[in-house]
């Protein structure tokens, strides 16, 4: 085989596992030596431990040579996002809060894994506490766009995005809770998937805002997401927003599901704000959907325009819930400089945390207060239920919507300073954690100067067989997916 295996997908690094003419080894081996090569300039780890790799595909190996393969993602490397837990790996969410934290259990994606025979590869870098849009806010520095490394990869999963385009591993998990999956998948022109919530337990995924976090696959194409989500879908009773649903062979159902379907394009979508480049590109998605017999029709999503608010005062509220956790105490950093107990709890979490989460706990702390409470929290959840009934009540008319990823490709690390800047990037991703339903973005182009564009198709609730259907249709017409950064 090439000898740029790193840049294969599973489906084809399978067969050639099954059909002996490479090992598990062999291709661990490829991809860390990829990762010496180039991770120095994309920085898209936090840490990797070869030798645990390497221990790992050589039991692949001997389970396959013992005819006890385990599945489809047997042998495969897959790297992490420093927020799901790995026994006895670090567990930092890039934060200086958990610097020296190793984790003591496995996430239930992680155990998934394993059981599917993957070989986990390393802790990817992501904006602290999964909290912002360009993997800037990392107490271990930014990560680069491997398409451009003086560009943002995307956020809050940049580096899962990153190592991927830059073929750092076969695929790689990550946490999506307002576009932090498709975000980052757009802009490093991969495919990234955020499933329907409570698809996929949470167990072992360190908690930014609990009512909107959820664990997704990036892949280099959908029918290697649609095998990620195979493997790590299904009920926990460890998570109690876990959903008791039949999980269907996901990667089967595309060559059976055939359309044509009904696309809504939701016309709040494509106003002000949008390069016109990335709106030409969806707007050729569009028509190619087109053409292939699907019926377009325009819908509306009137309470669009209030879901950047809503998404920031319910988030920042479950955001200073869950970090209150930290407190110097128990575990985590602890400041050397406190002079008695409330000293401490103050002076370890200004020293722990960033700029960034500092921000959104002070935000969330302030809209769960005191006569504030009803003013800003209540009501935002009130409104997320108006934005949920949206998108339910376009789906009585179409199957599917089809919207850009993000407004804007990869921007140069440092250029937006201003945090409402940041937080725009997120505007065509959040209200489908509002609503809690399932999203992918497919690559769908590049702009003139070479930098990827991503279209996202919103599908209904624990509907990924036809949302995955609809992104292969699309793949499978166009070149994007064997389209590669030239690191």
């Known amino acids: 085989m090439s000898s740029e295996l790193f840049l294969r997908p599973i489906t084809e690094l399978a067969t050639a596992l099954d059909e002996k003419k490479l090992s598990s080894v062999e291709l661990t081996q490829t991809v860390i030596a990829r990762t010496k090569a180039v991770d120095g300039r994309v920085k898209a780890f936090n840490s990797f431990d070869e030798s645990d790799a390497l221990t790992q595909a050589a039991a692949s190996d001997a389970r396959r040579a013992a005819g006890q393969a385990r599945g489809p993602l047997e042998g495969i490397p897959i790297g992490l996002k420093d927020v799901i837990a790995v026994t006895g790996q670090p567990l930092t969410a890039s934060s200086k809060m958990l610097a020296n934290f190793v984790s003591p259990y496995d996430a239930t994606v992680t155990q998934k894994l394993k059981h599917a025979g993957a070989v986990l590869w390393g802790r990817l870098n992501c904006d602290e506490f999964a909290m912002g849009s360009s993997t800037e806010n990392s107490a271990f520095g930014p990560t680069g766009n491997p398409w451009d490394t003086t560009r943002v990869p995307g956020g809050s999963s940049g ?58 696959p990036f892949a280099r194409t959908v029918e290697d997401a649609a095998i990620v989500l195979g493997a790590i879908a299904g009920h926990d009773e460890r998570d109690s927003t876990s959903f008791k649903t039949d999980i269907p062979n996901y990667r089967a159902e595309l060559a059976t599901r055939k359309g044509p379907w009904k696309l809504g394009i939701p016309k709040e979508y494509f106003g002000e704000g949008l390069d016109p480049e990335i709106a030409t590109a969806v707007e050729q998605a569009i028509t190619f959907y087109q053409k292939q017999g699907c019926e377009i029709k325009e819908v509306s999503l009137p309470h669009t325009r209030y879901c950047l608010d809503t998404y920031y005062v319910i988030a920042t509220a479950e955001a200073s819930s869950n970090l209150a956790r930290y407190d110097g105490i128990r575990y985590g950093h602890r400041s050397k400089n406190a002079a008695d107990a409330v000293d401490l709890y103050s002076q370890s979490r200004a020293e722990g945390f960033g700029p960034e989460v500092k921000r959104r706990i002070i935000l969330g702390t302030y809209v769960l207060s005191s006569g504030y409470y009803d003013a800003y929290y209540l009501r935002a959840q009130k409104v997320r239920t108006l934005i949920r009934q949206d998108f339910l009540n376009a789906f009585r008319d179409v199957d599917a919507l089809l919207t850009p990823t993000s407004p804007m490709p990869a921007f140069k690390i440092g250029e937006k300073a201003d945090p409402l800047a940041l937080y725009l990037c997120d505007i065509y991703t959040i209200g489908v954690n509002l609503a809690g339903l399932p999203g992918i973005s497919v690559p769908c182009g590049l702009t003139k100067s070479g930098l990827p564009i991503g279209a996202q198709l919103i599908g209904q609730p624990f509907q990924e067989a036809n949302l995955l259907a609809l992104a292969h249709a699309y793949e499978q017409a166009h070149e994007w997916r064997n389209q590669h950064p030239k690191l």
């Open 159 to 216: 580096g899962s995005a990153a190592a991927l385009a830059a073929g750092e591993a076969i695929a790689t998990l990550g946490s999506d809770t307002g576009g932090s999956i498709r975000q980052p998948a757009a802009l490093c022109g991969v495919v990234g998937l955020k499933p329907t919530y409570g698809l996929v337990s949470r167990y072992g995924l360190i908690a930014f805002a609990s009512s909107l976090d959820q664990i997704g």
